[in-house]
Structure formats: structure tokens, C-alpha cells
């Protein structure tokens, strides 16, 4: 990398270095607890995997630069400065032992919020060049064809005509003052078309109105996953403009557990302001429609059926009895992963991971923590919503010779509806 990269990158990290990251490293304990939430350290043995070690190239900065005791040895000639080759060295560390699941800023005594600081950490990494060549393709695309996997309007429109005729039912499209714009993320487009035909079966028989947008459809933040705030408020801002032109209530997040906090949680301050709708998650309706009473079902399911609960979804952002709500609907024998909800173990394929290549060694690896779990409770299928945990779910138990089926709780939900 040329030399002003690296002093890009050395400047994102210097401007990333906040209140609370500071004092985060100042109260950090040493104790290794991170560690033991993490699912790469516990499935390698290998404590470079360790949380807070990941952090070293941001920790450095902030004691060279930001600590009185750091500047003296820095005078010294006691301390070693951040350099190119050190941030090359933590590339694979911040990006594919990562998945900003945020189990390690639970645990931590504390209360040290280590996933916050992988996130910032990232901008340095992306400023100075330093990230998979998979997440700077993916933020390409984002940006020039407003999907990571460089899906159009086109390809959605194809899926649009298969669900109209086989359902019978339209597919609201551009359609202004209504009470939800629907995202969809590029992977449920290309691997789970069922999820469109749910959620058009749900809403018309729920008597919703809402739509799509050929404006913006996705929901993917590639930004966040790659860690630039300038790209993840790019998307952003994309997805506030089609709300806005449309004048709807709400947004709803589909099944994608990073895509929901990016826009729910990150957005506003990415863009600088408040929205004038609600954000909420495909689930979060669900379950108000079926609150309400507005959603009627018929039969249940019989076989022996357990749940993944998305990390940015449960634990991030405390949605956890809203899916167990719907799962009480369709399902006669549900039993949950013994660590579920907040503390559920990370699938080992979010925070971009899935999209950075090099990283399939160590996601296999991490996966081995999910397949003790499941193993444990021997399920006939596993139920999910996130499109992404649903795939590594899907490659994962494959893997391991596993003949266990997962399937979207939306989907499932649609399967029980009762005919009008």
C-alpha cells in the first residue's frame, strides 16, 4: 500500500478514538472473558482469536496518542508506532475471525463494548486499503447498482411475475401513502424467493397495505459490514429518499439481521437526522398483526423444531419473544438451543464474513460451536430469519453430514394461513 494510504488509514483510526472507546481500553481487566464468548478462539485454541487482541492497531493509536503514559514511552523509544504492515497483519483478524456478533461486549465485567470497537477499527482498516477483496467488491457494487451482489430492478421484476402467478395475488409496486415499504436483501432475492411470496400472502391476508420500490429495494448495508460510514450512509440515505418519496409509515427490514440495525439503529446518525417513518423488522410486524388478531392460522407443525436467533436481531436489539410468539402458532413441538436469545451463539457468518472468501476455513471452524448446540437438542429442523444465517446454517450443516432442514419463520407462518 502507498504511504498515503496507510496515513489515511492512521487518520480514520486517531478520528474513530471517542469518549467511550477510551475508556473502554482504559477499564479493560485483562480477564479473558471476551474470549470465551467468542466462538473462533473457543473452536481453534489459537488466543490471537481473543476479542480484545484484535483491537491492537486501534489500542496502540490510543495509548500513543491519547494516554499521558503512552506519549512518554512514545518519547522513550519505548513503544512501537502502528505501521502499514502492522494493519495488513490484523487485516484477517478484524475482518475474518469477525462477525461483530457483540456475544464478547455482553459478557464483558465491565461492560466494555468490543464489537463498537472492531467496528471502528474497520475504518481504519478500509481507509488505508486494508480490507478482503470480497467486502470492497460488495461495497462497489452497493454503491454503483445498489446491490452488493449487483442485482436489478430486472431480476426482482422476474421474481415479482413468479409470485403474482402463482399466488394469484399483485405485488404492490411504487405504490405511495401506504403503511410499509418492504426491503428485501439481495441474498433472500437470489436463494429464498419464497420469503417475497410470504410476506405477499401475510399482508394481503392480514389486509396490510404496502410496497415495494423500484428506487431502492435493497436492504444490505455493505458499508457497515466493510466498516466506511461514508458508503453505509450512502445506502442509507438511499433507502430514506424512497421512503420519503413515497411518504410512507414505515420501513420494513426483511429477514437480514445486519441490514435491520444498520437502518434502525445506525441510520440516523449516519445521515445526520432523525426519519419520519418507523423501521421495524418483518417479525416485529409479524407479530403485531398476529397481536392484533389480524393474522389467522391452521394446523401446526409436528416434527421437533428449534431456533437460531440472529445476533443482531436478539441480541443487538432485544427481539426475542416476538419470533417464539409466532413459533406458538405453527409449531406443536418447539424446543430452544439451550443458550438462546441474548446469549445465542453466533452462526459464524455476519459482519461481512460471509462475504470475504479467505474467511472459510475460520467460519467452518466457528460453525462447530452452532453444531454442538444443535446437536444437543436434535432437532428434526431449524427455523430461522436472516437470510444469512439461514445460509450458513444451511452450508454448515451440510458440512458436517448433518440432515437437518432450516427454514424462515416467515415462510412458515405463510404455510399455515387460514384461506379466505
Not at 476479542?51 to 512501537?80: C, D, H, N, Q, Y
Not at 437470489?190 to 415495494?212: C, K, Q
Request: hydrophobic letters at 40%; aromatic letters at 6%; one cysteine or more.
Amino acid at each position: 500500500m502507498s504511504e498515503l494510504s496507510f496515513e489515511r488509514g492512521l487518520q480514520a483510526l486517531r478520528a474513530e478514538i471517542d469518549a467511550p472507546v477510551a475508556a473502554f481500553f482504559s477499564s479493560c481487566v485483562h480477564c479473558g472473558l471476551c474470549a470465551q464468548a467468542c466462538p473462533f478462539y473457543l473452536e481453534t485454541g489459537d488466543p490471537k482469536y481473543t476479542p480484545i487482541l484484535k483491537l491492537e492497531p486501534l489500542r496502540r493509536v490510543w495509548e500513543r496518542e491519547f494516554t499521558l503514559w503512552g506519549r512518554i514511552k512514545a518519547a522513550l523509544g519505548l513503544s512501537r508506532k502502528v505501521s502499514d504492515a502492522m494493519l495488513a497483519e490484523w487485516e484477517e483478524l478484524l475482518y475474518d475471525s469477525c462477525t461483530m456478533c457483540g456475544r464478547c461486549s455482553l459478557v464483558c465485567p465491565v461492560g466494555n463494548d468490543l464489537q463498537y470497537m472492531i467496528r471502528k477499527a474497520r475504518e481504519g482498516m478500509v481507509a488505508s486499503g486494508h480490507s478482503p477483496e470480497g467486502l470492497i467488491g460488495a461495497a462497489v457494487r452497493a454503491v454503483q447498482t445498489g446491490s452488493p451482489m449487483g442485482l436489478q430492478w430486472r431480476t426482482l421484476a422476474v421474481q415479482i411475475e413468479h409470485v403474482e402467478s402463482s399466488t394469484g395475488l399483485t405485488v404492490p409496486v411504487d405504490i405511495p401513502d401506504v403503511d410499509y415499504l418492504v426491503l428485501l436483501s439481495s441474498m433472500e432475492i437470489i436463494n429464498f424467493p419464497e420469503y417475497l411470496e410470504a410476506i405477499t400472502r401475510i399482508f394481503d391476508h392480514a389486509g396490510v397495505s404496502w410496497t415495494l420500490s423500484t428506487d431502492c429495494f435493497e436492504a444490505t448495508n455493505a458499508g457497515v459490514q466493510i466498516g466506511s460510514k461514508d458508503i453505509a450512509a450512502t445506502l442509507v440515505q438511499r433507502i430514506v429518499d424512497a421512503a420519503e418519496g413515497l411518504r410512507v409509515k414505515n420501513v420494513i427490514s426483511p429477514e437480514c439481521g445486519h441490514a435491520y440495525t444498520a437502518v434502525r439503529w445506525e441510520g440516523p446518525d449516519l445521515i445526520g437526522r432523525r426519519y419520519p417513518f418507523g423501521v421495524y423488522h418483518i417479525i416485529e410486524v409479524l407479530d403485531e398483526l398476529r397481536a392484533a388478531g389480524r393474522i389467522r392460522t391452521e394446523g401446526k407443525e409436528t416434527d421437533r423444531l428449534s431456533m437460531h436467533d440472529p445476533c443482531n436481531l436478539a441480541r443487538k436489539s432485544g427481539v426475542i419473544r416476538q419470533q417464539r410468539n409466532l413459533m406458538d402458532l405453527v409449531a406443536e413441538n418447539f424446543v430452544d438451543l439451550k443458550e438462546h436469545g441474548r446469549y445465542q451463539w453466533c452462526c459464524g457468518a455476519g459482519g461481512g464474513v460471509s462475504s470475504n472468501e479467505r474467511a472459510e476455513p475460520l467460519k467452518r471452524a466457528a460453525f462447530k460451536r452452532k453444531k454442538a448446540q444443535i446437536e444437543a437438542v436434535e432437532p428434526e429442523r431449524m427455523v430461522t430469519m436472516c437470510a444469512t444465517c439461514r445460509t450458513q446454517l444451511e452450508e454448515g450443516l451440510e458440512e458436517f453430514n448433518m440432515d437437518i432442514p432450516v427454514v424462515g419463520l416467515t415462510e412458515m407462518l405463510a404455510e399455515h394461513l387460514v384461506e379466505k
